[in-house]
Structure formats: structure tokens, C-alpha cells
């Protein structure tokens, strides 16, 4: 795809977002592998500040100086195709310790996200002010390794290896925005976005109950699980205290950009633009996904619980979730060259400050969660993003009077340090590139089509950021957060080790069509 198609044709990185929302929705999430709050902030690529597409909106609106000024109407079409694995360290079930150098089977993930952006732009016959109104879905993501699912509960001891940090993930995103620029004195404009988006998203994972207590028990437990079955006491990862947890709601939530752009010589175009975060509608600074919870509780704390209290134990649950993350702020910059009459040259660089997304907080509410044994009221998903740096370059040229032909390459370092992969998140330093061909087939219409693909280096993950034995120190220490083992835990690192191999490879087809209507 060209550049200036780049926002709406690739997404988390991740995820994102949640991915997503983006990541949960908003990522990735990419991020197959699941950016739950993407690296490709709302699934939207690099499109530099200086390109002329009203997608650019996005990331500079001062470019929609640059469009033609009769009404038009754009229509584009993208689908994402994920393919992913994932090969997970053997443990040893006594310490939860990888086994150095073994691997178990390879799990295999595909994932799908078709998305679309609609826009109008006109100059309202002033060549001083350009306007744009448009519908996008920057994210639309879906992701399971589901097994033995009944509706909205599941078995947790069925599930893929990797279950701690994700079984399923189906999340979408529909923005609705205005933009408006203005030339203030020749070759200088400024412009504004503003943005209303609606999320939902369905998060299904899997808790270790056996960690809650550790393997060291206090007495005056009122509920202890150290029955696995057949008088095994419970280990790391055992499937009987797999406890099986979804999420699904929605939110909305306001956003806006800000850009400014200077033709520096009939040749050359600079612009950079500033991307908010995506604010709650009911306020705060983070984004709260609320719906509904279910919970099935775990074989072994069923059974435990059952004959502790007389068999008055319900095992499936039900309640409100919430879930709480952060949208990252971005900073593009871009210049565009017109070398000849034929060829543009493309360069941009950004910024997206993802370090605020390495935290997702689940919180579950309900008079059936509080029942004994409780269930906890907070589960932390730790996801050790980092912000996001790339650079770009690109290059545009004109076949014939009617036909061209653009493409580009782009080099970011990946939303997480490689001990932090994990089965919700792979990722890494990525090289993206893309080819469209864009035909005007008349004066009024035009369409292209385009490829993309998206390679992320394979990841050997020895020394994982996840370790169920710090849940265990932790516990056996009393909860004391002094201790660098609770600090983890209460991290969300006390769970499945992400150790591993990983691999990713993403591609994506895009259509797009454009009319003027004057």
C-alpha cells in the first residue's frame, strides 16, 4: 500500500491494543499472535504528515490542504492475515522452572481482521479551508485457541499451552471523526481531528488457582487445593486448578490530533503531527472496557470446595468485568520530495509512547464472585510494552497518465523486549513494507490494489519476564511488597513462563476506491 494509505492498512502492534482495545482494541494487538494494544496505534500505519489522502487525518489533518478541492468520496478495504507459532518451553511442574533446551509441541495461531475507511473531504469552494468527516474501523481483530467451550464458559484445563496469557481475543473498533485545515498565510497550514470511537472486545484467559496459595500453606486456609487428583498435590500449570475467565463490554471514548505543515520549496513538504490519547467519555486519562465476567471455577478448587462446605458451591459463575488500560500519544514526522514529474520520494519518522500500555487491570464484581472461595477482585495482565520508535521510506512513480505505482519499507524495534514475548504478544524488531497500484480509471473515479506484509525476526525466549514461582516466593513471604518477588507478582508476572520460540508473519490485500463528485 502507498503511504498515504498507510493509516488504515496495517495495525500491535498491538494490542493492542486490545490491541486492544487496542490495544484491548486498540492494540495489536498485533499485534495469530494478539497485540492486545497494538505498537500500530488503532491499527493505523506510518502515513506521513506530508501526504495528501484524508486518511492522513489520523496522524497530520494539516494535510488535507494538500487534497483536491472538489467533494470527494473515498472507500477503502483491507484485510489482515496473521499466521503465527508458538513453541513453548517444557517446565519442570515442581518449580515451574523452563527445562533448558525443550520444547513442546508447536501451536499454531491464524488470525483474521478485516477493517474499512469511508471519508468525505471538500474545500467548501475556499481554498483557504479544506474539511473531511470520516468512518474507520482502525481494529478489528480475532484470535482464539479456544477448546472445549460451552457459550461463555469453558474448561480452563483444556485449553493450549501459553492459556495464562490468552485463549481468546475478539475485539473491533469504529471511529467517527471530523477534521478541518487551514492555510494561514501561503504554504503554511494547520489542522485539527477530533475523534468519538466505539470499542467492544470479548478477553478470555486462564488463571493458575494453584498459585494463590502456593505450595506452602498456611492453616488457617479456609479452602486449600492440594489435591490434583489421585492425592497429587497441585503443581505449576496443573490443568485440574486451571480456572477459565472471559470478559466481554464495550466503551467509548474521545480523542484528537493536531498537525501542522510547510511547503519549504515547491519540492518539498515537512509536517509533524501529535496524536492525543484516547480519553474516557466519563473522564479520566485511561479507558475502562465494561461488560459482563464469567468465571468456571478450576476442578480441583470445585471439588475442594464442595467437600469443605458440604457441596454448596456453584462452579460456573457469573458477574461484571471491567477492564482498564491506556491508549498511547504518537508524534509524526514527515517529508515528502518531488524529485522529477514523475517520481516522489518519502521519508517519515514516529514516535508512539507505548510504555503506559504494559499494564491491562481486570476487575470482577459480583455477589457470586464473593461467595466462598472468592474469587480475587483484581487480576493483573502484565504485558512490558515499550514505546514504539520506526522510520520509513517510500517512493512513488507515475507508469503512465493513468497508472502509478508506490510502495515503501518501514523499521520499528517492536512494542516488548524479548524477554517479555509471550503468547498474547509476539513481536519484535519488524521490517513492513507494501506495493499498490493505483489506476484513475476516469477523471471522476480511480481504484487500487494493493499487498503488504509485515516480518517480525523469530524470538528464542530463555529468560522469561514470566515466572509462576514468583506468585509462590511471594505468598510464602506474606504478601510483603518490599520483597522484589511480590512487586513482580503484583505486576503480573507471577504466572505461565513465556519461554519459548516464536514466530510471525503477517500480510495484508487492500482495495480501495475514490470518486469527486465536482
Same mark, same amino acid.
Given at each position: 500500500?502507498?503511504?498515504?494509505?498507510?493509516?488504515?492498512?496495517?495495525?500491535?502492534?498491538?494490542?493492542?491494543?486490545?490491541?486492544?482495545?487496542?490495544?484491548?482494541?486498540?492494540?495489536?494487538?498485533?499485534?495469530?499472535?494478539?497485540?492486545?494494544?497494538?505498537?500500530?496505534?488503532?491499527?493505523?500505519?506510518?502515513?506521513?504528515?506530508?501526504?495528501?489522502?484524508?486518511?492522513?487525518?489520523?496522524?497530520?489533518?494539516?494535510?488535507?490542504?494538500?487534497?483536491?478541492?472538489?467533494?470527494?468520496?473515498?472507500?477503502?478495504?483491507?484485510?489482515?492475515?496473521?499466521?503465527?507459532?508458538?513453541?513453548?518451553?517444557?517446565?519442570?511442574?515442581?518449580?515451574?522452572?523452563?527445562?533448558?533446551?525443550?520444547?513442546?509441541?508447536?501451536?499454531?495461531?491464524?488470525?483474521?481482521?478485516?477493517?474499512?475507511?469511508?471519508?468525505?473531504?471538500?474545500?467548501?469552494?475556499?481554498?483557504?479551508?479544506?474539511?473531511?468527516?470520516?468512518?474507520?474501523?482502525?481494529?478489528?481483530?480475532?484470535?482464539?485457541?479456544?477448546?472445549?467451550?460451552?457459550?461463555?464458559?469453558?474448561?480452563?484445563?483444556?485449553?493450549?499451552?501459553?492459556?495464562?496469557?490468552?485463549?481468546?481475543?475478539?475485539?473491533?473498533?469504529?471511529?467517527?471523526?471530523?477534521?478541518?485545515?487551514?492555510?494561514?498565510?501561503?504554504?503554511?497550514?494547520?489542522?485539527?481531528?477530533?475523534?468519538?470511537?466505539?470499542?467492544?472486545?470479548?478477553?478470555?484467559?486462564?488463571?493458575?488457582?494453584?498459585?494463590?496459595?502456593?505450595?506452602?500453606?498456611?492453616?488457617?486456609?479456609?479452602?486449600?487445593?492440594?489435591?490434583?487428583?489421585?492425592?497429587?498435590?497441585?503443581? &505449576? #500449570? $496443573?490443568?485440574? =486448578? !486451571?480456572?477459565?475467565?472471559? %470478559?466481554?463490554?464495550?466503551? /467509548?471514548?474521545? +480523542?484528537? @490530533?493536531?498537525?501542522?505543515?510547510?511547503?519549504?520549496?515547491?519540492?518539498?513538504?515537512?509536517?509533524?503531527?501529535?496524536?492525543?490519547?484516547?480519553?474516557?467519555?466519563?473522564?479520566?486519562?485511561?479507558?475502562?472496557?465494561?461488560?459482563?465476567?464469567?468465571?468456571?471455577?478450576?476442578?480441583?478448587? &470445585? #471439588? $475442594?470446595?464442595? =467437600? !469443605?462446605?458440604?457441596?454448596? %458451591?456453584?462452579?460456573?459463575? /457469573?458477574?461484571? +468485568?471491567? @477492564?482498564?488500560?491506556?491508549?498511547?500519544?504518537?508524534?509524526?514526522?514527515?517529508?515528502?520530495?518531488?524529485?522529477?514529474?514523475?517520481?516522489?520520494?518519502?521519508?517519515?519518522?514516529?514516535?508512539?509512547?507505548?510504555?503506559?500500555?504494559?499494564?491491562?487491570?481486570?476487575?470482577?464484581?459480583?455477589?457470586?464472585?464473593?461467595?466462598?472461595?472468592?474469587?480475587?477482585?483484581?487480576?493483573?495482565?502484565?504485558?512490558?510494552?515499550?514505546?514504539?520508535?520506526?522510520?520509513?521510506?517510500?517512493?512513488?512513480?507515475?507508469?503512465?497518465?493513468?497508472?502509478?505505482?508506490?510502495?515503501?519499507?518501514?523499521?520499528?524495534?517492536?512494542?516488548?523486549?524479548?524477554?517479555?514475548?509471550?503468547?498474547?504478544?509476539?513481536?519484535?524488531?519488524?521490517?513492513?513494507?507494501?506495493?499498490?497500484?493505483?489506476?484513475?480509471?476516469?477523471?471522476?473515479?480511480?481504484?487500487?490494489?494493493?499487498?503488504?506484509?509485515?516480518?517480525?525476526?523469530?524470538?528464542?525466549?530463555?529468560?522469561?519476564?514470566?515466572?509462576?514461582?514468583?506468585?509462590?516466593?511471594?505468598?510464602?513471604?506474606?504478601?510483603?511488597?518490599?520483597?522484589?518477588?511480590?512487586?513482580?507478582?503484583?505486576?503480573?508476572?507471577?504466572?505461565?513462563?513465556?519461554?519459548?520460540?516464536?514466530?510471525?508473519?503477517?500480510?495484508?490485500?487492500?482495495?480501495?476506491?475514490?470518486?469527486?463528485?465536482?
Amino acid at each position: 500500500m502507498p503511504a498515504r494509505q498507510r493509516s488504515y492498512v496495517r495495525t500491535a502492534r498491538a494490542l493492542a491494543p486490545l490491541a486492544v482495545v487496542a490495544t484491548l482494541l486498540c492494540a495489536t494487538p498485533a499485534h495469530a499472535q494478539t497485540r492486545l494494544l497494538s505498537r500500530r496505534v488503532g491499527g493505523l500505519g506510518l502515513i506521513g504528515p506530508s501526504i495528501a489522502h484524508p486518511a492522513s487525518i489520523h496522524y497530520n489533518p494539516a494535510t488535507l490542504g494538500l487534497l483536491p478541492g472538489a467533494l470527494r468520496l473515498y472507500l477503502d478495504g483491507t484485510l489482515d492475515f496473521d499466521l503465527a507459532g508458538y513453541e513453548p518451553a517444557l517446565v519442570n511442574s515442581q518449580t515451574g522452572v523452563p527445562i533448558a533446551g525443550q520444547r513442546g509441541d508447536t501451536v499454531s495461531n491464524i488470525g483474521l481482521g478485516p477493517r474499512f475507511f469511508f471519508a468525505a473531504t471538500s474545500d467548501l469552494a475556499n481554498e483557504a479551508v479544506h474539511i473531511a468527516g470520516a468512518i474507520y474501523s482502525p481494529v478489528a481483530q480475532s484470535f482464539s485457541r479456544l477448546a472445549g467451550g460451552d457459550g461463555d464458559f469453558f474448561d480452563g484445563a483444556a485449553q493450549a499451552p501459553g492459556r495464562a496469557h490468552v485463549v481468546e481475543l475478539s475485539a473491533y473498533q469504529i471511529n467517527f471523526t471530523i477534521s478541518a485545515s487551514l492555510r494561514v498565510i501561503e504554504r503554511w497550514w494547520i489542522g485539527a481531528t477530533f475523534t468519538f470511537a466505539y470499542s467492544r472486545m470479548r478477553y478470555a484467559f486462564v488463571r493458575d488457582a494453584a498459585l494463590r496459595g502456593g505450595r506452602t500453606r498456611e492453616g488457617d486456609e479456609p479452602i486449600a487445593i492440594d489435591d490434583c487428583g489421585s492425592g497429587t498435590p497441585c503443581g &505449576y #500449570d $496443573a490443568d485440574a =486448578a !486451571a480456572e477459565a475467565i472471559v %470478559v466481554s463490554g464495550g466503551t /467509548t471514548s474521545l +480523542g484528537a @490530533v493536531f498537525g501542522t505543515l510547510v511547503r519549504v520549496h515547491e519540492r518539498l513538504d515537512i509536517g509533524v503531527g501529535f496524536s492525543t490519547r484516547l480519553f474516557d467519555i466519563d473522564g479520566g486519562s485511561g479507558l475502562r472496557v465494561d461488560g459482563d465476567a464469567t468465571v468456571r471455577r478450576s476442578t480441583a478448587v &470445585y #471439588d $475442594a470446595a464442595s =467437600a !469443605a462446605l458440604g457441596g454448596a %458451591v456453584q462452579r460456573d459463575l /457469573t458477574g461484571r +468485568g471491567i @477492564v482498564r488500560y491506556h491508549m498511547p500519544w504518537q508524534i509524526n514526522i514527515g517529508a515528502t520530495y518531488r524529485a522529477t514529474a514523475r517520481l516522489t520520494l518519502d521519508l517519515q519518522l514516529r514516535w508512539v509512547e507505548q510504555s503506559d500500555q504494559s499494564i491491562l487491570d481486570v476487575q470482577l464484581t459480583g455477589a457470586q464472585f464473593s461467595d466462598e472461595p472468592e474469587i480475587p477482585d483484581r487480576i493483573t495482565r502484565f504485558q512490558g510494552h515499550r514505546d514504539v520508535f520506526a522510520l520509513q521510506i517510500g517512493a512513488g512513480y507515475k507508469l503512465t497518465s493513468t497508472l502509478t505505482l508506490e510502495g515503501a519499507l518501514m523499521l520499528d524495534n517492536g512494542i516488548i523486549p524479548k524477554n517479555a514475548t509471550s503468547p498474547l504478544v509476539i513481536d519484535g524488531w519488524s521490517l513492513d513494507g507494501f506495493a499498490v497500484l493505483r489506476w484513475q480509471l476516469t477523471k471522476i473515479f480511480a481504484v487500487q490494489i494493493g499487498y503488504g506484509f509485515v516480518l517480525t525476526l523469530p524470538a528464542s525466549v530463555d529468560d522469561s519476564a514470566f515466572a509462576p514461582s514468583l506468585f509462590v516466593d511471594c505468598v510464602e513471604q506474606r504478601f510483603d511488597l518490599d520483597v522484589a518477588a511480590c512487586r513482580a507478582a503484583l505486576d503480573g508476572r507471577g504466572v505461565t513462563t513465556g519461554a519459548g520460540d516464536y514466530r510471525l508473519f503477517r500480510q495484508r490485500f487492500n482495495v480501495a476506491l475514490s470518486l469527486a463528485l465536482r
